[in-house]
């Protein structure tokens, strides 16, 4: 069974900046197409916004809104999957989530069979 436990969120003025993690078990994410997710505070289902994805073979994928901002990377050793989080904006105020087991590199939410619970990452103006 994959679980994935997400850490490094918190309370940041814009500006500021934040690096998340996800340490993944139960599944190597060497070959895994990964993707971080995000959801406003008090938007509930499964519907997030895909910020950005990353392929087994280290390529990455942004959403506009964070391009230039945020940095997706990996440790396979480690089986974590990392965004570091520049330039922070009140409107990147949201629950994060980790994701995995998309066929392709996506961000689209609907592709991913395995996610994790969820951080929160608030930015005060």
């Known amino acids: 069974q994959v679980q994935m436990v997400e850490s490094g969120g918190g309370s940041v003025q814009a500006g500021g900046s934040l690096r998340l993690s996800c340490t993944v078990s139960?599944?190597?994410?060497?070959?895994?197409?990964m993707g971080w997710f995000r959801q406003p505070p008090g938007k509930t289902g499964k519907q997030r916004e895909g910020v950005a994805y990353i392929r087994g073979d280290g390529d990455t994928g942004y959403a506009d809104s964070v391009k230039g901002r945020f940095t997706i990377s990996k440790d396979n050793a480690e089986n974590t999957v990392f965004l570091q989080m520049d330039s922070l904006k009140a409107e990147d105020t949201a629950m994060y989530y980790c994701a995995a087991g998309s066929i392709f590199p996506s961000l689209w939410w609907d592709q991913y069979e395995s996610w994790g619970q969820g951080i929160l990452v608030n930015v005060s103006s």
């Open positions: 139960g599944k190597s994410i060497s070959d895994e197409n």
